[in-house]
């Protein structure tokens, strides 16, 4: 079964102790889209500026991912640069521009519209809604970040109040609930809506609840990280997929989809930007699959 994602397509500029990258593919919708394409046909729904390279273009068409829902306006595509510390864990934001999408109201196509699984990425909550209002969809998982929930709360929780499954970081529970233990941060956030809460822990994995029942998964063990960026969403985008794929969210299915979705952000962090995430073959993914499998099992 299909997956609409809906989000941010951009150009990055990122500098971490191993290097730079300027002015790199990115995007939350383009780390998510490039990690469900392994599993099942993905409507990517978004926007760029005339500026954006067809290069761009090309290499996620030759994934095979829908781009009707890809929106080219006049203007400049979204950029955003950021330099991580010594400690990748941590990143300072040194520029935003939104250009074109300021003014974003995300339009989806009928294929996108009536996909049975979907994926908002951490836009405003109020173009969340106004997919919500557009998407015929069964399943359906969202990203937020720090900056809503500080100035969009009211709205956020009207979001969360229609959507299935919460994918944010550790310290997002904390703001969102002001709980600093992750059993009762997603305890408070499935009393708010969504029943299947993820919380990412960085190098250090993902937890899953599921109503009462918990899943806890390392993080794929890596001796140099040289970009995470995206990797939040590429988690997302391999879990959404693979519950996609496999037609239906029971626990043994979204165990399954936190090792595919960890396995994919593995690969996103191996090289800068999505270079080593779009290269990856099935053959590397099911060796890195069953690797994580045996690391995990005791």
Not at 249 to 274: K, Q
Request: aromatic share 8%.
């Amino acid at each position: 079964m299909s997956l609409a994602v809906v989000g941010s397509v951009a150009l990055d500029t990122v500098e971490t102790p191993t290097g730079k990258n300027t002015e790199g593919l990115g995007g939350a919708a383009v780390f998510a889209s490039l990690a469900a394409a392994n599993y099942t046909q993905v409507h990517l729904v978004g926007v760029v500026g005339t500026d954006f390279p067809e290069e761009h273009v090309q290499l996620m068409r030759s994934k095979n991912i829908d781009l009707t829902g890809l929106e080219r306006v006049p203007g400049r595509t979204f950029r955003w640069t950021g330099k991580y510390h010594e400690d990748v864990n941590q990143r300072d934001t040194l520029d935003t521009q939104l250009n074109v999408f300021e003014t974003f109201h995300p339009k989806l196509p009928k294929a996108a519209a009536e996909a049975k699984y979907l994926f908002l990425g951490n836009i405003h909550p109020a173009l969340q809604l106004e997919v919500l209002a557009q998407s015929k969809a069964e399943f359906i998982a969202m990203d937020s970040m720090n900056l809503w929930i500080q100035i969009e709360r009211a709205r956020l929780e009207e979001v969360l109040a229609k959507v299935h499954c919460l994918i944010i970081n550790n310290d997002e529970v904390y703001l969102l609930t002001g709980e600093r233990n992750l059993i009762r941060g997603a305890r408070k956030i499935q009393n708010m809506g969504p029943a299947i809460v993820a919380p990412k822990k960085g190098e250090h994995g993902c937890l899953l609840f599921d109503g009462p029942r918990i899943f806890s998964a390392p993080a794929f063990p890596m001796p140099e990280v040289a970009d995470p960026t995206g990797a939040g969403d590429t988690f997302a985008g391999g879990f959404m997929g693979y519950i996609a794929q496999q037609g239906n969210a029971d626990f043994e299915t979204l165990r399954r989809a936190v090792i595919h979705g960890s396995v994919l952000a593995s690969y996103t962090c191996e090289e800068f930007g999505v270079s080593r995430l779009a290269r990856a073959t099935p053959a590397d993914l099911k060796t890195r699959y069953d690797a994580f499998v045996e690391l995990s099992k005791f």
